[in-house]
């Protein structure tokens, strides 16, 4: 079946605009997480859906983040105000229960660049 | 924060050789999973393991978890040049649901 797929897969924008990125994950995963990456490092996590609502959005690095995920499938993470320091691939995963041992499938990313 | 530290942090051998990858924290993880990201890819899923001192084969692949939660290896046999990418550990910390910490990885260039 399909995987999670992500949009745009590349993305520039100029310091201080707002973006969304948008992903879609694989039907019938209830969980759903976003992590960004940067160059040379791990992914980090940033935010954790189960179903409609965030139950764990310790992640997020400032008010500027924010991620939706209304009707408990799509999600956005949408960035205000970006910064140069915002670049990077952000990464969406879902997995079937979310739960410590359930495995994390994820997209390719977007790649995001601030300029 | 728990934090997993993975060694070495790059590696570049020949075709044919073995070798290790080590992942290591001071703190317990209820589980440690293993995955391979290849540039403009997402991470794929290699290995999860629960119980400390578990061991895990997946073809020329051998994956531990230690005896304390604690830390992991990953052990290639007879390297190939397809085994080439970045090689991540994620541990999941006791209690959570699913968030897991990654290691910065390490990456692997296998030559012919």
């Known amino acids: 079946g399909a995987g999670v797929s992500q949009t745009p897969s590349n993305k520039v924008t100029e310091k201080g605009k707002y973006v969304e990125l948008r992903c879609d994950p694989i039907?019938?995963?209830?969980?759903l997480y976003w992590y960004r990456q940067s160059l040379g490092q791990g992914p980090e996590f940033l935010i954790y859906f189960q179903g409609t609502g965030a139950a764990d959005d310790s992640g997020l690095p400032n008010d500027r983040f924010f991620a939706v995920r209304p009707e408990g499938s799509v999600s956005t993470l949408k960035i205000q105000r970006t910064e140069r320091g915002d670049s990077a691939v952000y990464l969406c995963?879902?997995?079937?229960?979310?739960?410590?041992?359930?495995?994390?499938?994820f997209g390719n990313g977007t790649r995001l660049t601030v300029t | 924060t728990q934090l997993l530290e993975q060694s070495p942090q790059f590696l570049s051998i020949q075709e044919g050789e073995n070798l290790t990858v080590y992942c290591n924290s001071s703190s317990v993880f209820s589980s440690l999973q293993w995955y391979r990201q290849e540039p403009g890819e997402g991470p794929v899923l290699l290995v999860t393991?629960?119980?400390?001192?578990e061991v895990k084969k997946l073809k020329r692949l051998t994956f531990q978890f230690g005896d304390a939660r604690k830390d992991s290896s990953l052990h290639i046999t007879a390297a190939q040049p397809g085994d080439t990418g970045l090689y991540l550990c994620a541990g999941a910390e006791s209690g959570s649901q699913g968030n897991l910490i990654f290691g910065k990885g390490t990456k692997l260039s296998v030559k012919p």
């Open positions: 995963a879902s997995s079937l229960q979310g739960t410590y041992n359930s495995p994390l499938h």
């Open positions: 393991v629960v119980t400390g001192g």
């Open positions: 039907s019938g995963h209830t969980a």
